[in-house]
């Protein structure tokens, strides 16, 4: 099982970045699927996430600026985060997540400057 993080970057405030994991081992239709991040110094934060029937749900700190969605045929997860702010800088990850079976990503940085 692999998942793959990637579109992070350096932005400045205000602006947008869409990260995305590709997932190889299983099926982002079947498993619930979710991004975090982590700051330095804090606890790992759950953002969003997707169920198998596809209703998002998000963290009250990014609604309405994070939009997750999927795309079954590409077997890939989107984060789509716009009006970026400082506070969001940190380490972002994506995780597949069914019954027992439990995977992460190995994170793509965030970094928003003021």
């Known amino acids: 099982v692999q998942l793959v993080e990637s579109g992070g970057g350096l932005v400045q405030a205000g602006g947008s970045l869409r990260l995305s994991c590709a997932a190889s081992g299983v099926s982002v239709s079947i498993y619930a699927m979710a991004w975090y991040r982590q700051a330095p110094g804090k606890q790992r934060e759950l953002l969003a996430g997707i169920s198998r029937t596809g209703t998002p749900n998000y963290a009250d700190s990014v609604k309405g600026r994070f939009t997750i969605s999927r795309d079954n045929a590409k077997n890939t997860v989107y984060l789509q985060m716009n009006s970026l702010k400082p506070e969001d800088t940190a380490v972002y990850y994506c995780?597949?997540?069914?019954?027992?079976?439990?995977?992460w990503g190995q994170g793509t940085q965030v970094a928003v400057s003021s």
């Open positions: 995780n597949a997540k069914l019954m027992v079976w439990d995977y």
